[in-house]
């Protein structure tokens, strides 16, 4: 028996033996071959998984963290804020960048390929056995929200960041009760399931909201702002808003670090400075240091400067304008959405010289293509759209046939574009590769593997 603070999970026969024998690849591979969607939308499936391993979720102080662009970023400032005042924090990410197992980590180390396997063993029973109910099989993406509410109840942590999956309202992470609740940005993605416009979209998103929880917000659109109050007034709750309530100001900029000062009322941080490049990067540890001071004051642990200055400093996150090599420069950005290339170019142009950018990109179905491939071609000369190894990816005779054009040439195999391109930049230029983050992963590893 495996206890869950005041309930408890009673494993299955031959758990163990069961652990002994999967491992980690068998355990990741079950998990892919979950549904997708459920069979009917709610969280209905997800709270009856959560209730047959002990309600983990309820157990858990935690901070719930949603938006278009901007989670995994806020959550990498706040969990290294928190570390750096020796907390335990769990943080539930998506997707990922180089190994599955980052979804699910805890001061930023990756789960354990064992407690991974033991995981799948003790909820693989109960998905079989919810299959034959009214509701179906819980989501992959539900089995991997209750895996890692099981996990960091087991590791004891002290605080967990949860990252919304998709939207907010029906995501499988709004089962929680959190500290406080952070919305990111608003903008136009999954506009098949969210909507097409940012009242639609930013309905969704303030679906987090919980009464008495207070929100940090760093939307921008009036109208979103609007919505996002109007809720919190509902659930009898308060709103701090970015540019409001508290503020950032840049300091300078340069190709190593950024550095800014944050404003809260009478609270002030003089030059705090960061690694993370792009100027949305420092509206995205604004976010964070407002989610500290927030919790802090809801806690009532002391503030440490000290916390929020190294903290911001040593956060590091994959695939968001990492930079992997110079002279020539290359940068690997997961802009995936509108928004997301616009703030890209406008973090680029202000390194770089246009004419030296040259940009390898890939996008998946469901996207705005022709406004991002816009957006970069009157930007840029030199752009390479290729395709990649993914279930929901362009084929290269559709791109050759609708895209390429002027300054727009489709690769068929992006490792020999990517070679190619390179070997051909000067000291001076840079290869910006961009697109889905499904690819930006593909890159990092196969690079990786080559090093």
């Known amino acids: 028996m495996h206890v869950w603070g005041n309930s408890c999970f009673i494993n299955y026969k031959y758990d163990e033996l069961w652990v002994k024998l999967m491992n980690e690849q068998e355990a990741i ?44 970023s806020t959550t990498t400032f706040l969990r290294e804020i928190l570390q750096q005042q020796d907390f335990k924090v769990g943080a539930f990410t998506s997707p990922y960048i180089e190994i599955f197992n980052e979804r699910i980590s805890i001061n930023g180390q990756p789960i354990p390929a064992k407690d991974l396997v033991k995981l799948v063993v003790q909820v693989r029973p109960i998905c079989e056995e919810l299959a034959g109910t009214e509701d179906g099989a819980p989501t992959e993406f539900e089995i991997i929200t209750v895996m890692a509410f099981m996990y960091f109840v087991e590791q004891s942590v002290d605080y967990a960041i949860i ?25 136009y993605d999954h506009i098949h399931i969210l909507g ?6 930013t309905y969704e998103k303030a679906g987090i909201i919980k009464p008495s929880t207070p929100v940090i917000s760093g ?33 300078n ?55 929020i200055y190294k903290g911001i400093h040593n956060a ?67 752009i390479a759209l290729t395709t990649f190894d993914f ?9 050759k046939e609708k895209y390429e054009n002027g300054n727009v040439k489709v690769e068929e195999d992006w490792k020999k574009a990517y070679n190619s391109t390179l070997e051909a930049l000067e000291a001076d230029e840079v290869l910006v590769v961009t697109g889905s983050l499904y690819f930006i992963s593909e890159v990092k590893k196969a690079l990786k593997e080559n090093n």
């Open 196 to 201: 097409d416009t940012v009242e639609e979209i």
């Open 316 to 382: 590091y996150w994959p695939g968001r304008f990492e930079m992997i090599q110079k002279g020539p420069d290359v940068i690997l950005d997961g802009a995936h959405n509108v928004e997301a290339i616009k703030t890209l170019v406008t973090t680029v142009n202000s390194r770089y010289e246009r004419a030296n950018v040259t940009v390898l990109c890939s996008f998946i179905q469901n996207k705005p293509i022709n406004e991002m491939l816009s957006i970069l071609s009157k930007n840029y000369n030199n």
């Open 253 to 307: 900029t340069n190709s190593d670090e950024q550095c800014f000062t944050f404003e809260w009322g009478n609270v002030k941080f003089a030059d705090i400075t960061m690694s993370m490049k792009g100027f949305h990067q420092i509206d995205n540890a604004s976010l964070a240091i407002q989610s500290y001071l927030t919790i802090a004051t809801i806690e009532e642990f002391p503030v440490q400067a000290e916390s």
């Open 391 to 399: 279930f929901n990816n362009y084929g290269y005779y559709e791109l």
């Open 29 to 72: 591979n079950w998990i892919h071959k979950q549904l997708k969607f459920g069979i009917k939308p709610g969280l209905n499936r997800v709270e009856t998984l959560l209730q047959k391993v002990g309600d983990p979720h309820k157990q858990l102080k935690t901070i719930h963290i949603a938006g278009t662009n901007g989670k995994g």
């Open 219 to 251: 939307v921008k659109q009036v109208e979103a702002q609007n919505i996002i109050e109007k809720r919190s007034r509902d659930h009898q709750t308060s709103v701090l808003q970015l540019g409001n309530d508290f503020k950032n100001n840049i300091v």
């Open 163 to 187: 990252e919304v999956g998709l939207g907010g309202r029906l995501d499988s992470t709004n089962v929680i009760t959190p500290v406080v609740s952070v919305i990111t940005t608003i903008g």
